[in-house]
């Protein structure tokens, strides 16, 4: 299974960016899907997930600003990121909750004040 995350970028502190995960197999159906970042020195940290029904679970630092969705007809996840902090910045990926794919490349998302 590969995981392609796409949509980071340079942004201004109250800005918004959405990220979206593609899934190369629909086995992606079967299991709940996280968004999980990785800030500079520190160590990955889950963000967000999803459950094949939608419910979804955020980190107290994001609630109330982002939303994670799924499609999954497309096999795609997103995670709508608005009112950004600096605190934000960081390599994102996407993927599954517990027993994780391989990781791949994420997307840099970089705020700046």
């Known amino acids: 299974v590969q995981l392609q995350a796409s949509g980071g970028g340079l942004v201004q502190a109250g800005g918004s960016l959405t990220l979206t995960c593609i899934v190369s197999?629909?086995?992606?159906?079967?299991?709940?899907m996280g968004w999980y970042r990785q800030a500079p020195g520190k160590q990955r940290e889950l963000v967000a997930r999803?459950?094949?029904?939608?419910?979804?679970v955020y980190a107290d630092s994001v609630k109330g600003r982002f939303t994670i969705s799924r499609d999954n007809r497309k096999r795609t996840v997103y995670l709508q990121m608005n009112s950004l902090k600096i605190e934000d910045t960081g390599v994102y990926y996407c993927?599954?909750?517990?027993?994780?794919?391989?990781w791949g490349k994420g997307t840099l998302v970089t705020v700046s004040s």
């Open positions: 993927n599954r909750a517990t027993a994780f794919w391989d």
């Open positions: 197999h629909d086995i992606v159906n079967q299991y709940t």
């Open positions: 999803v459950s094949t029904s939608g419910t979804t």
